[in-house]
């Protein structure tokens, strides 16, 4: 029993291995078929199979249809949403000069709270610290 299962082991073993052409032949005559399917012959060659390859081909388009859409769908769609945030963008920083000089804002008590000092720069400034937007009024 242990031999067989040896044996088992390294068959698998060489099937998968680098050396073998077997794997990468299957995966390349997969990715390299175009979709047909093969004439029906035999006990294959029925009434179910004819009348099912029948519905095969327009599948196929369909599928073509809907890359086809999402090429002409989705990159209207990214231009309109890029143009609409640059607006909004923009619009900020407009408000934003009706705004009053950082020196003049109020400073709350709960904004800026500094328990401890950050182990970068002069210690009071986060990491993500931003000198046109952020402030601290020194008392």
Not at 10 to 24: D, G, N
Not at 35 to 51: I, K, M, Q, V, W
């Amino acid at each position: 029993m242990n031999a067989q299962r040896l044996s088992a082991r390294t068959l698998v073993r060489k099937m998968f291995s680098r050396q073998s052409a077997l794997p990468r032949s299957i995966f390349q005559r997969r990715l390299a078929s175009e979709h047909s399917a093969p004439p029906l012959e035999g006990a294959a060659d029925n009434a179910f199979n004819r009348e099912r390859a029948q519905y095969d081909k327009p599948h196929t388009s369909y599928f073509s249809a809907i890359a086809n859409h999402r090429l002409s769908v989705t990159i209207p769609c990214l231009i309109i949403a890029s143009i609409n945030a640059y607006n909004l963008w923009t619009e900020h920083w407009e408000h934003w000069e009706h705004l009053p000089p950082l020196e003049e804002r109020t400073q709350y008590s709960y904004m800026n709270i500094r328990t401890k000092k950050y182990p970068w720069g002069d210690g009071d400034k986060t990491l993500f610290w931003n000198d046109k937007v952020n402030y601290i009024k020194k008392d």
